[in-house]
């Protein structure tokens, strides 16, 4: 099975201060994305990346940047966390070809902004 | 952008029975559509997935049903197992790429045995 790693597996952050979740992935995939998640709204999309250099924005954005240094790594960014960003977020990387474009997830990251 | 709705959003069944999920789109030009299966603390896995070119498929107790006229399409587990509690969602592409998902907010099945 594919494998895509995430860190830190748990965060705690104050509010106002910076945070960076990492993602990397081996299984040679173009695509990688950044969702979080929070009980009653499922999978939210943030950030999303087609190839290294290049990020694209996703349904919900604001608060977040994201950077794709190379094929297999991409990272999350909140410059000035606040306590709405309080929630788990996954990683998950696909192809581009039809058929072989399932996406697998990390094992997510918890994050809490006090 | 694309919107999908997913429910119910509780489901308890007893063991033995069947559950099923529903899930409607607004984008005519979504053309897939997987399912994920979460347990607790777990990453989403996907479970099975149908295309636009089809209307049913099956994987062993799931059956996946795809209706593009009404833009509606529906997860049937049958003869359910304990090991079927966990929660399920839901995708649809958007637009016609494969690439981006819009996921419902999820269904959290219970099987009572």
């Known amino acids: 099975e594919a494998a895509v790693t995430q860190s830190p597996r748990s965060k705690v952050a104050v509010t106002g201060g910076k945070v960076t979740l990492s993602c990397h992935q081996t299984?040679?995939?173009?695509?990688m994305y950044w969702y979080r998640q929070d009980t009653g709204h499922g999978l939210r999309l943030i950030h999303y990346?087609?190839?290294?250099?290049?990020?694209e924005k996703g349904d919900i954005p604001d608060g977040y940047k994201a950077s794709r240094p190379s094929q297999e790594n991409f990272s999350l960014i909140l410059e000035l966390a606040s306590l709405s960003q309080t929630a788990v977020y996954f990683c998950?990387?696909?192809?581009?070809?039809?058929?072989?474009?399932?996406?697998?997830f990390g094992p997510g990251t918890r994050l809490l902004v006090l | 952008g694309e919107q999908v709705e997913q429910l119910p959003s509780i489901l308890r069944v007893q063991e033995g029975s069947s559950a099923s999920i529903n899930c409607s789109y607004e984008?005519?030009?979504?053309?897939?559509f997987p399912w994920y299966k979460q347990e607790p603390g777990e990453n989403p896995k996907l479970i099975i997935d149908i295309r636009s070119n089809m209307e049913r498929k099956q994987i062993q107790e799931l059956i996946v049903l795809l209706d593009k006229k009404a833009k509606r399409f529906s997860l049937h587990i049958t003869d359910t197992q304990p090991g079927d509690s966990a929660m399920y969602f839901c995708?649809?592409?958007?637009?016609?790429?494969?690439?981006?998902?819009?996921f419902g907010k999820g269904t959290k099945l219970s099987v009572k045995s």
């Open positions: 995708a649809a592409s958007v637009g016609g790429s494969n690439a981006k998902l819009t």
């Open positions: 990346s087609y190839v290294a250099d290049s990020t």
């Open positions: 984008d005519s030009a979504s053309n897939y």
């Open positions: 998950a990387s696909s192809a581009p070809r039809v058929d072989q474009d399932t996406q697998y």
């Open positions: 299984n040679n995939h173009d695509y």
